[in-house]
């Protein structure tokens, strides 16, 4: 196709100490520009690249290209391919946006999450009451009971209303077709106009997005939706759904817009 734009995959190597991170662009001179522009005024949303720039300084720092020539709808899968590859040490997320995968946690957090989990009912090692015990074998749906236990379960059942063969009254069936009447979720329901609004916003999340620079208006990063932008990020997903439907100009510092 003959507007069909490409990108590239890069490496952002700290010469120092030979770590890396890999990242993806359209235009790699307002890549390189934004990443240096926010890490000299040390905002940078990536803090591992942050906390080794204060450190090392830029002259450490060089771009390289690894693929160039990439259509942009393949750059998401290209930057996973190399993220492995690599196993770069300055990204936040191990796979290009699986933000937990392959992180490591240190001894400090692995500490509170066991004592968080302390006397929690539903860790590993917690002991059933004998009347809980009988309640998980009655629900369990492929144990086979012994023809004692079935005599047991079928006189518990008499009388119930909800078991299945029951017969309603006719009395029953006019107070439930009545019931049905006006039901919000029957046939031919309009939904209000807020509704609607909410629907559509829900909608929006499962949309492509991208991530564009408000000084440069470069395109950072297409995601694959708003909720996966918003957890990455860091950016409130109701504000950047604001932005995308023109009701706001930036989010997070960023503008955005559909792919």
Not at 1 to 16: D, S, W
Not at 78 to 85: A, D, G, L, N, T
Not at 216 to 242: H, L, M, Q, S, Y
Request: aromatic share 8%.
């Amino acid at each position: 196709m003959a507007n069909e734009e490409f990108g590239l995959i890069y490496k952002f190597l700290n010469v120092k100490n030979q770590k890396c991170y890999i990242g993806q662009a359209v235009n790699l001179p307002r890549r390189k520009s934004n990443h240096i522009t926010r890490l000299r005024r040390n905002v940078h949303t990536n803090p591992h690249l942050q906390s080794a720039f204060n450190k090392y300084g830029e002259d450490s720092f060089y771009f390289i290209v690894l693929e160039d020539g990439i259509p942009v709808a393949k750059l998401a899968n290209r930057e996973i391919f190399w993220v492995k590859f690599l196993e770069p040490e300055y990204n936040i997320a191990a796979r290009g946006g699986i933000p937990m995968y392959g992180r490591k946690q240190t001894k400090e957090a692995i500490e509170k999450i066991g004592n968080a989990s302390k006397g929690n009912k539903n860790t590993l090692g917690m002991k059933h009451s004998e009347e809980t015990k009988a309640k998980m074998r009655i629900s369990s749906p492929h144990r086979k009971h012994t023809d004692e236990f079935r005599t047991k379960i079928g006189q518990l059942k008499k009388g119930n209303k909800y078991t299945l063969g029951y017969k309603h009254s006719e009395e029953s069936c006019r107070n439930m077709s009545q019931s049905m009447m006006g039901n919000k979720n029957s046939l031919g329901f309009k939904h209000t106009p807020e509704t609607c609004i909410n629907m559509s916003n829900a909608q929006s999340n499962r949309k492509a997005v991208k991530q564009i620079d408000s000084i440069t208006n470069e395109v950072i990063r297409t995601w694959p939706g708003i909720a996966w932008a918003a957890r990455e990020t860091g950016v409130n997903r109701v504000v950047i759904i604001r932005v995308v439907n023109g009701k706001g100009h930036t989010a997070g510092g960023y503008k955005w817009e559909f792919a």
